[in-house]
């Protein structure tokens, strides 16, 4: 991915702060130096939940968006649980352990992004070890995040249950009360 416009646009995003890493230009041109720009069409699945097969890579989203959704068992329909934009990135906790993946990855708009394979992560760590360390640490980190992230909603949505409760006690009679 060298010396591309899209090679700028990844080096900028992994340095921002809300990103993977924060890592020197040197180190972030490295870790871009392993990826491959790849554009997506509007309504292309990058990441489909469940798939076991497909599961070594991950994509640093460089421009659009994608939309992620979730199929709950009891549900008929996909819930979207997320939209990504520019410096988002998907796919990185099947890229690590190698397991199905956890929601589906659709471009919701025309997308470009920077694809990191499992092979090229693979060739990386003994090629830059420093580079590596940093990026799998800052990946462990941002999956760290998700289930604090995911107990801070349940605990919102638990309030907003317990609200909703007493507001159809208010409005509905019981046993006991009468209009």
């Known amino acids: 991915m060298s010396g591309s416009s899209s090679t700028h ?3 900028r995003l992994l340095r921002a702060p809300t990103v993977l890493m924060q890592p020197s ?3 972030a041109l490295t870790v871009v130096s392993f990826t491959t720009p790849r554009r997506f069409a509007r309504g292309s699945t990058i990441i489909r939940q469940g798939e076991a097969t497909d599961t070594g890579f991950m994509v640093l989203v460089l421009s659009g968006e994608i939309t992620v959704e979730n199929l709950i068992a009891r549900r008929g329909n996909p819930v979207t649980v997320n939209v ?3 410096g988002s990135r998907m796919g ?3 890229l690590v352990d190698g397991a199905a993946r956890s929601a589906t990855g659709t471009a919701s708009t025309p997308m470009q992004g920077a694809v990191l394979v499992r092979t090229a992560l693979e060739a990386l760590i ?7 360390a940093e990026l799998m640490t800052a ?3 941002r999956l760290a995040e998700r289930p604090r992230d995911s107990v801070h909603k349940q605990r919102i949505d638990s309030k907003r249950v317990q609200s909703m ?3 159809l006690d208010a409005l509905m009679p019981g046993p006991d009360r009468r209009r």
């Open 165 to 167: 409760h007493g507001e």
């Open 84 to 86: 990504l934009g520019p």
């Open 139 to 141: 990946v462990a980190r």
């Open 9 to 11: 646009e990844a080096t």
């Open 25 to 27: 230009e040197a180190e």
């Open 92 to 94: 990185e906790m099947a």
């Open 126 to 132: 003994p090629e830059q070890p420093a580079t590596a």
